[in-house]
Structures are given as structure tokens and as C-alpha cells.
């Protein structure tokens, strides 16, 4: 007796998120294309940046990875390498139409984060880490908005506001371990401005025994507000999405923003140790979703 088969669907979420994925508030029809883009994110992220390969070979894998793509993109057969992403990707590529220049720009950016830590080598200014935000973490938002069929100017800006902002915020968290693997997002402006040169961080990384200066502190202090103005900017998206997306996107800014609360909490040292959000603020991020104030939609 024959039966209908089951879709494919992407595996569930295991990594460490500060935000939610694909969360019980996501309308059902729409869990599994945002399954589906998590896991092609997720995966291209674990080939730039987990275990021990040389760039070179990280390359020649997201190399391999953008082809399957471009395959899935046509409809036709992508490689069995990672066929727990691309099938459920095909499926969301044909039901609900993605874009595949968005999810290109992601592999674009994890190739650009291979290179710049191989070389050592970090960015000139705030527009230049825009300039990576717009590729590793704007279309994810776009994508989402096309899932909801929002497709109007004022709302795709704005989501990209909170998306730049969610990936600097990423990475005023992240400063204790990612300078001491030579990932460097610090804008060298903004260094030269509080008087850091790149080795003067090597000195109060984790486990060193000097603590940051005070110069350092203020920098970091600079960047979370920056990530905080880029956040605001983009809150009133919240009351632009229909129903369950709007709710689903209060608490993605008040995650994010309760993660700035607490670097400063901690007197802006990042370096030092790394802040998290836990079960114990669940409660506070409720409170402020509920409290978001439709008038900043105005």
C-alpha cells in the first residue's frame, strides 16, 4: 500500500542562540523555510569557522557549498554532501520562491570572515562592518519579510537595522574570544579614536593577567551604544508585522538589547567575560516585549 511521503525538514536548531529560531510564536505553515534558512546559514557558519581546517580548505568547501546552491537554485540535484540542508532548502526554494542572491551574500561574508582572519586583518571603519552586516546578517531579515510577504521599503530597512545591529551586538559579546582567534571587528577608526593600536588588545585578552584600560572600556562603551541607536532605529518594525511575526520579532530586539544591558553591566569588559542571556531573564524580556510602545512606530 502506498503513502503520501513526508517532507523534508531541517534538523532542529543545537548551537547556542541568543535569539529565538524558528519559535513556537512562528505561524506552523511557516516553520520549516525558516528551519531550512537557519540550517544553510548555520552549516555555511560551522564550515568558516568550526574545527581545525586550513582556510584554504574552508574555502574550497563553501566553494563547493555556494555550487550546490546555485544547483538548488535551478531546481536541479545538489551534491550529497549536505543533503540535511539542501533538501529541505530545495523545498522552501520551490514553495515560497527565496531569493537565492540573499542566501548567496551570506556565503559571501563567511568567505570574506575566512580571509580577514587568515590574513589577520580587520576593518577600516564602521561603514566597512556595515558593509559585512548587509551580507552576513541583513538577509536573514529580507528572507523572513519575503516569508511574510512584507515587501515594502521603509520595512526592509528597518529590518536591516535590527539585523546590523543583532551582528554588532554578536560581536561586543564575543570580544574575549574572538581577538585571541584573530577575528577582528573593532573598527581601526574607532581605535585610532580612543588611542588602540590592534597588539594593545593582546594584552588583556583572556587568561592575560593586565586588565583593559580604561581606553578600551570607553570603546567598547562607544560600540554598544552605536549597536543600541541601529537597534532603536529598527524597533518599530515590530508593529509593521502581521501578528505572530511581530511578536516573534519583539523578542529578537529585546534579546539583543538585554545582551547591550548587560556588557554595560558588567562595566563594558567584554573581554574579560563573555555575557549570556539564560533562562533567569525570561521573565524581564516578556515584560519589555509586551511594553514595546506602538507610538515608536510613529
Known amino acids: 500500500m502506498s503513502s503520501t511521503p513526508s517532507p523534508v525538514r531541517a534538523a532542529a536548531p543545537t548551537h547556542y542562540e541568543n535569539f529565538p529560531v524558528a519559535s513556537w510564536l512562528c505561524p506552523p505553515r511557516l516553520r520549516p523555510p525558516i528551519a531550512a534558512i537557519y540550517a544553510f546559514a548555520r552549516t555555511a557558519d560551522d564550515i568558516a569557522d568550526e574545527g581545525d581546517a586550513t582556510a584554504a580548505a574552508r574555502l574550497e568547501s563553501l566553494r563547493a557549498y555556494r555550487a550546490d546552491l546555485a544547483a538548488?537554485?535551478?531546481?536541479?540535484?545538489?551534491?550529497?554532501?549536505?543533503?540535511?540542508?539542501?533538501?529541505?532548502?530545495?523545498?522552501?526554494?520551490?514553495?515560497?520562491?527565496?531569493?537565492?542572491?540573499?542566501?548567496?551574500?551570506?556565503?559571501?561574508?563567511?568567505?570574506?570572515?575566512?580571509?580577514?582572519?587568515?590574513?589577520?586583518?580587520?576593518?577600516?571603519?564602521?561603514?566597512?562592518?556595515?558593509?559585512?552586516?548587509?551580507?552576513?546578517?541583513?538577509?536573514?531579515?529580507?528572507?523572513?519579510?519575503?516569508?511574510?510577504?512584507?515587501t515594502d521599503a521603509r520595512s526592509l530597512a528597518q529590518s536591516d537595522a535590527i539585523c546590523s545591529a543583532l551582528q554588532l551586538i554578536n560581536f561586543w559579546q564575543?570580544?574575549?574570544?574572538?581577538?585571541?582567534?584573530?577575528?577582528?571587528?573593532?573598527?581601526?577608526?574607532?581605535?585610532?579614536?580612543?588611542?588602540?593600536?590592534?597588539?594593545?588588545?593582546?594584552?588583556?585578552?583572556?587568561?592575560?593577567?593586565?586588565?583593559?584600560?580604561?581606553?578600551?572600556?570607553?570603546?567598547?562603551?562607544?560600540?554598544v551604544a552605536w549597536a543600541r541607536a541601529l537597534m532603536q532605529e529598527g524597533a518599530p518594525l515590530v508593529h509593521r508585522l502581521p501578528g505572530r511575526a511581530g511578536w516573534e520579532l519583539r523578542f529578537v530586539v529585546q534579546g539583543g538589547s538585554r545582551i547591550l544591558d548587560k556588557i554595560e553591566a558588567q562595566g563594558c569588559d567584554s573581554f574579560s567575560r563573555r555575557p549570556a542571556i539564560g533562562p533567569g531573564d525570561a521573565p524581564l524580556l516578556a515584560w519589555r516585549a509586551l511594553r514595546m510602545r506602538r507610538q515608536s512606530a510613529a
Not at 577575528?183 to 585578552?205: K, N, T, V
Not at 593586565?210 to 562603551?221: D, E, N, R, Y
Open 72 to 150: 538548488t537554485a535551478r531546481g536541479g540535484a545538489a551534491s550529497t554532501r549536505w543533503p540535511e540542508v539542501f533538501g529541505p532548502l530545495a523545498a522552501a526554494m520551490r514553495e515560497f520562491a527565496l531569493p537565492e542572491s540573499l542566501l548567496a551574500d551570506l556565503l559571501s561574508a563567511f568567505v570574506q570572515d575566512i580571509e580577514k582572519t587568515r590574513d589577520r586583518a580587520g576593518y577600516a571603519d564602521r561603514a566597512e562592518l556595515l558593509d559585512y552586516c548587509r551580507r552576513s546578517a541583513n538577509p536573514v531579515g529580507r528572507l523572513l519579510l519575503h516569508l511574510y510577504g512584507v
Open 174 to 223: 564575543d570580544l574575549g574570544v574572538d581577538l585571541p582567534r584573530g577575528r577582528r571587528y573593532l573598527p581601526r577608526a574607532d581605535c585610532d579614536a580612543h588611542g588602540l593600536a590592534a597588539g594593545d588588545f593582546e594584552r588583556f585578552a583572556p587568561l592575560a593577567s593586565t586588565a583593559p584600560p580604561s581606553a578600551a572600556i570607553a570603546l567598547v562603551a562607544s560600540e
